[in-house]
């Protein structure tokens, strides 16, 4: 990152909320209060589901995977953006402004391939029941996770190098609340046309090949779920895909909508606001969703309150 005649860098300037700095306080609060449910409301359902032998399964198994990356997530974004909020010229080097946008797209791949994965498993726990404690022993699920996490961080690590190896040289203003891949790309004294495409194309290939395992998936239980004669029946198999719909509309479509869809028409506020729908409504929305709709997460919850 050294040229001649040209000043290097070393740090970029975050702007984040600043257009609003007479609410600063207020966005704090209300940011740290979302953290700290964020975080304690994914810990619980960790701790549910290893304490309470009934939750020993790969449906569980799974979702306390989705928490820990949900933790993992937050952490990434929140900390740094409170830090910010409070500071009058919020600046984040240009090294840990690389990291955080690695540990960014890494945790956001996961996250695509572990929802794809538990798509999976309630495809084969609704449509071959017989088959499902051989299809989802609990070897191949451990290995099914650690694909999801392994996939994840090497398939971003690549176009990382990349956008490390940039020159930096002009303005260091991100006009975001973290360091997110467009609008660093967009400070660069080169040309970044090619590690903007080759972005969108390995972001295209993640989002929408793990969307496609995911519709597949759900297809496939639909029609299952046709051929269920009784209404019981059916609203019970309902029951164990609803939350996971409900994830998968709210991430994929704010997801899609950032990164995949053409950036035309689009200001940074907006921007701003589809990014806020995946890093911190999302992550603070899955807790709630997965224990209010789900009886046995309610169960296991009621004997540890009793206990």
Same mark, same amino acid.
């Given at each position: 990152?050294?040229?001649?005649?040209?000043?290097?860098?070393?740090? *970029?300037?975050?702007?984040?909320?600043?257009?609003?700095?007479?609410?600063?306080?207020?966005?704090?609060?209300?940011? @740290?209060?979302?953290?700290?449910?964020?975080?304690?409301?994914?810990?619980?359902?960790?701790?549910?589901? /290893?304490?309470?032998?009934?939750?020993?399964?790969?449906?569980?198994?799974? @979702?306390?995977?989705?928490?820990?990356?949900?933790?993992?997530?937050?952490?990434?974004?929140?900390?740094? =953006?409170?830090?910010?909020?409070? =500071?009058?010229?919020?600046?984040?080097? *240009?090294?840990?402004?690389?990291?955080?946008? /690695?540990?960014?797209? +890494?945790?956001?791949?996961?996250?695509?391939?572990?929802?794809?994965? =538990?798509?999976?498993?309630?495809?084969?726990?609704?449509?071959?029941?017989? #088959?499902?404690?051989?299809?989802?022993?609990?070897?191949?699920?451990?290995? =099914?996770?650690?694909?999801? $996490?392994?996939?994840?961080? %090497?398939?971003?690590?690549?176009?990382?190098?990349?956008?490390?190896?940039? #020159?930096?040289?002009?303005?260091?203003?991100?006009?975001?609340? *973290?360091?997110?891949?467009?609008?660093?790309?967009?400070?660069?004294?080169?040309?970044? /046309?090619?590690?903007?495409?080759?972005? $969108?194309?390995?972001?295209?290939?993640?989002? %929408?090949?793990?969307?496609?395992?995911?519709?597949?998936?759900?297809?496939?239980?639909?029609?299952?779920?046709?051929?269920?004669?009784?209404?019981?029946?059916?609203?019970?198999?309902?029951?164990?895909?609803?939350?996971? %719909?409900?994830?998968?509309?709210?991430?994929?479509?704010?997801?899609?909508?950032?990164?995949?869809?053409?950036?035309?028409?689009?200001?940074?506020?907006?921007?701003? %606001?589809? +990014?806020?729908?995946?890093?911190?409504?999302?992550?603070?929305?899955?807790?709630?969703? /997965?224990?209010?709709?789900?009886?046995?997460?309610?169960?296991?919850?009621?004997?540890?309150?009793?206990?």
């Amino acid at each position: 990152m050294t040229t001649t005649n040209e000043t290097t860098v070393a740090e *970029f300037i975050l702007l984040g909320f600043t257009s609003v700095k007479h609410l600063k306080l207020l966005l704090f609060i209300m940011f @740290l209060f979302i953290y700290i449910v964020t975080v304690s409301g994914n810990i619980l359902i960790v701790a549910i589901v /290893y304490g309470d032998a009934h939750l020993h399964t790969p449906m569980y198994f799974f @979702l306390s995977n989705l928490s820990c990356l949900e933790i993992l997530y937050t952490s990434n974004i929140i900390p740094k =953006m409170l830090f910010n909020i409070m =500071m009058e010229n919020p600046t984040v080097p *240009f090294t840990e402004c690389i990291v955080q946008l /690695y540990l960014f797209g +890494s945790l956001g791949s996961t996250e695509c391939f572990l929802l794809g994965v =538990m798509a999976y498993d309630r495809y084969v726990a609704i449509c071959k029941p017989l #088959h499902y404690s051989i299809l989802m022993a609990t070897r191949r699920s451990i290995l =099914m996770s650690l694909c999801s $996490w392994s996939t994840g961080f %090497i398939a971003t690590f690549g176009a990382i190098v990349l956008v490390s190896q940039l #020159h930096f040289c002009g303005p260091n203003k991100i006009k975001h609340f *973290f360091c997110d891949l467009q609008p660093v790309l967009k400070l660069s004294c080169k040309n970044a /046309y090619t590690i903007s495409t080759v972005s $969108w194309i390995l972001a295209s290939t993640i989002l %929408i090949g793990s969307c496609l395992l995911i519709l597949a998936s759900y297809v496939r239980i639909i029609l299952s779920m046709i051929r269920i004669s009784s209404s019981k029946g059916r609203q019970k198999a309902l029951s164990t895909c609803s939350a996971h %719909i409900t994830v998968v509309v709210i991430f994929y479509g704010a997801m899609i909508s950032m990164y995949v869809s053409p950036n035309t028409g689009k200001n940074e506020e907006s921007n701003k %606001i589809s +990014s806020l729908l995946y890093t911190v409504v999302t992550p603070l929305m899955n807790p709630f969703i /997965y224990t209010l709709r789900n009886q046995d997460v309610k169960q296991a919850l009621h004997k540890a309150i009793i206990r």
